[in-house]
T-cell receptor, first 112, second 113 residues
Framework: DAKTTQPPSMDCAEGRAANLPCNHSTISGNEYVYWYRQIHSQGPQYIIHGLKNNETNEMASLIITEDRKSSTLILPHATLRDTAVYYCIVRSHTGANSKLTFGKGITLSVRP | EAQVTQNPRYLITVTGKKLTVTCSQNMNHEYMSWYRQDPGLGLRQIYYSMNVEVTDKGDVPEGYKVSRKEKRNFPLILESPSPNQTSLYFC????????????FGQGTRLTVV
């Protein structure tokens, strides 16, 4: 699987949008971009995923650049409960093992 | 409620004393896996299972065993625990290996002294 690069941390004010960047310059054509988050040593939680089109669900939006070398996860109205480590993962849907390769992630701190 | 349940949540044990961490899911998922999380190393896959009686090694299988006799259960067995297996363990399940969303348990914090 291709690797991803994320800044180690960022913060944002409660109620504002949080834009979390991710670089995946070596992504191949059949690899998807996934986002998970982990709140204080709890089990990781799935947020969203996409291949090349922008995606939106009840939790977040995912914007993937046209060349697919980077993406941004957007939490439209961040709350204190969104404080967590966010993992950007590039993953193929082929192969026998469906494992998720977690990097270091980005620590988002939402301030009051 | 759809969930993955791990037990125990916390465990302190001594070197060499066999232990089992249980994992159960109520979503009829085919695919299950175990991860361990260590500071600076992130989450690493230990074992995975694509269905009943089908298991395979992940990235760090040494010192661990698993079994999948029933679809809902995927226990992690440490036959002779050592201090380097002190870690935070997570079980995960998904509908299939290609399925998009993996559900994780709440974690088991294991300390081996």
């Amino acid at each position: 699987d291709a690797k991803t690069t994320q800044p180690p941390s960022m913060d944002c004010a409660e109620g504002r949008a949080a834009n979390l960047p991710c670089n995946h310059s070596t992504i191949s054509g059949n690899e998807y971009v996934y986002w998970y988050r982990q709140i204080h040593s709890q089990g990781p939680q799935y947020i969203i995923h996409g291949l090349k089109n922008n995606e939106t669900n009840e939790m977040a939006s995912l914007i993937i650049t046209e060349d697919r070398k980077s993406s941004t996860l957007i939490l439209p109205h961040a709350t204190l409960r969104d404080t967590a480590v966010y993992y950007c993962i590039v993953r193929s849907h082929t192969g026998a093992n469906s494992k998720l390769t977690f990097g270091k992630g980005i620590t988002l701190s939402v301030r009051p | 409620e759809a969930q993955v349940t791990q037990n125990p949540r916390y465990l302190i044990t001594v070197t060499g004393k066999k232990l089992t961490v249980t994992c159960s899911q109520n979503m009829n998922h085919e695919y299950m896996s175990w991860y361990r999380q260590d500071p600076g190393l992130g989450l690493r896959q230990i074992y995975y299972s694509m269905n009943v009686e089908v298991t395979d090694k992940g990235d760090v299988p040494e010192g661990y065993k698993v079994s999948r006799k029933e679809k809902r259960n995927f226990p992690l067995i440490l036959e002779s625990p050592s201090p380097n297996q002190t870690s935070l363990y997570f079980c995960a399940s998904s509908l299939g290996r290609m399925n998009t969303e993996a559900f994780f348990g709440q974690g088991t914090r294991l300390t081996v002294v």
